[in-house]
């Protein structure tokens, strides 16, 4: 009976541990996401108002850009 007590000890705490990492994944992931996205952002910000000052693009958004 000790036995069983022990085993389901352990498979309870392997799966907090589990959790855990899955959760540390999961907000390292959200963190890098954002990152990339507000840089990528930025560069096309920067294209577009390079490409107004040429006068290549019109400074009015498309329906595809909002």
Do not use: C, W
Not at 2 to 27: C, D, H, N, W
Not at 48 to 57: N, R, V
């Amino acid at each position: 009976m000790k036995t069983l007590i022990r085993r389901a000890r352990k498979s309870g705490q392997s799966l907090v541990e589990y959790g855990l990492v899955l959760a540390l994944i999961a907000i390292v992931a959200i963190l890098v996401v954002k990152a990339v996205g507000t840089q990528t952002t930025s560069t096309f910000d920067n294209v577009q108002s390079q490409m107004t000052s040429s006068g290549i693009a019109s400074t009015s958004p498309t329906a595809a850009s909002s």
